[in-house]
């Protein structure tokens, strides 16, 4: 008996799949390598023996957003047909704007909408500086604070995605994401430990995503803290989305491929000196921009301007005569 199910925990040595109201552990009967392992969220036509109570994926559905990171150079799928991701921070020593633009740009690539949580509300003696940094960074993102101990933060964070929808919660370890899941079910579905007072570090509670689904039809999905965010696929359109304030200037640059660092009146240098541009802002842009240029010369391609190749090769060309 084929069937379609869909996948909400990924184990060792088995996936679970929900299907038409029941849950199966299934295996995947292929030998051939390459193969596309499911994650939380695919939907997989599964077949069911029920004589030998055996449930074997025979294929995964195409994918309609794919949430994914870069793992020790390769793609690692963190969930797939989700339609928003919250981006989980907490309001204390934890936020770091650097880890949430990357994170951005991971909800960017995987096609879901992106949202910001910031969470602890209750312990948080300023959450405005917090606040207005996120306005400041991500002026077109939605976001929402929570305190998993306010009935009304829950409820305004429920408006964000509709019944039927998915939602996956990201972010570090410890920044409240089972607690606010939890709290949305009514019930505990993963345990929560205290984070050490001293570095905010919660005990890695959260190992595997889990689907969970709301009985008004939300569903959700919980996953494990992540520490850094590698990126894969990095391309310039990714990066000029997330730092608008900075890309938007481009345009009033007099030099086309300008690199903004030591070009003669560029604009992007003068708004950095008239302080309307921040310092650390622009490291991190131009950072993100050299990670395209590093990766590509990893992997052989050279995506540079023509300009910047050519330039190379006039310095190489003069430093050669110059040896001679
Ligand atoms: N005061 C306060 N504490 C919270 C809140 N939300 C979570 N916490 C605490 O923060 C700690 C970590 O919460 P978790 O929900 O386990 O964090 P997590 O993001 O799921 O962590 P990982 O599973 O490790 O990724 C626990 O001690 C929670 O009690 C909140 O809104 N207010
Ligand atoms: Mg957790
Ligand atoms: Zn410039």
């Known amino acids: 008996m084929t069937q379609l199910g869909q996948c909400i925990a990924v184990h060792r040595d088995c996936w679970e799949i929900l299907s038409s109201g029941k849950k199966y552990r299934a295996i995947i009967n292929n030998k051939y390598e390459n193969i596309v392992y499911p994650v939380v969220g695919d939907v997989v036509s599964i077949n069911i023996d029920l004589k030998n109570q055996s449930c074997i994926i025979l294929d995964i559905q195409p994918r309609t957003t794919e949430l994914y990171r870069n793992k020790d150079g390769h793609k690692k799928t963190i969930a797939a047909n989700i339609d928003i991701v919250f981006i989980t921070t907490s309001m204390n020593k934890e936020f770091n704007v650097g880890k949430l633009e990357r994170l951005l740009i991971m909800v960017n690539q995987s096609g879901a909408k992106p949202c910001f949580v910031l969470t602890k509300a209750d312990i948080c003696t300023n959450p405005n500086i917090y606040i207005?940094?996120?306005?400041?960074?991500?002026?077109?993102?939605?976001?929402?604070?929570?305190?998993?101990?306010?009935?009304?933060?829950?409820?305004?964070?429920?408006t964000m995605w509709n019944p039927g929808e998915t939602a996956i919660f990201v972010g570090s370890s410890g920044?409240?994401?089972?607690?606010?899941?939890?709290?949305?079910?009514?019930?505990?579905?993963g345990k929560v430990y205290e984070v050490r007072e001293k570095d905010d570090k919660g005990r890695h509670t959260t190992t595997s995503?889990?689907?969970?689904?709301?009985?008004?039809?939300?569903?959700?999905i919980d996953s494990p803290g992540i520490r850094s965010v590698g990126l894969l696929?990095?391309?310039?359109?990714?990066?000029n989305e997330v730092f608008s304030f900075i890309s938007e200037n481009e345009k009033m640059c007099q030099y086309k491929n300008c690199t903004h660092t030591n070009e003669?009146?560029?604009?992007?240098?003068?708004?950095?000196?008239?302080?309307?541009?921040?310092?650390?802002?622009?490291?991190?842009?131009?950072?993100?921009k050299r990670q395209i240029l590093y990766d590509a010369q990893k992997s052989g391609i050279d995506n540079r301007a023509d300009w910047e190749k050519r330039r190379d090769l006039l310095q190489k060309k003069k430093k050669y005569r110059k040896r001679r």
């Not at 994401?177 to 019930?187: R, V």
């Open 132 to 158: 207005e940094q996120i306005k400041r960074h991500f002026s077109t993102v939605p976001y929402v604070v929570t305190s998993s101990l306010n009935e009304q933060s829950i409820e305004l964070l429920k």
């Open 175 to 189: 920044v409240g994401k089972t607690t606010l899941i939890n709290t949305l079910l009514g019930y505990q579905v």
């Open 209 to 220: 995503s889990i689907y969970l689904e709301l009985p008004d039809g939300r569903k959700l």
């Open 233 to 239: 696929n990095l391309d310039f359109k990714d990066i």
């Open 264 to 288: 003669n009146g560029c604009r992007i240098i003068e708004l950095l000196n008239e302080g309307i541009i921040d310092e650390n802002d622009y490291r991190r842009y131009l950072k993100m």
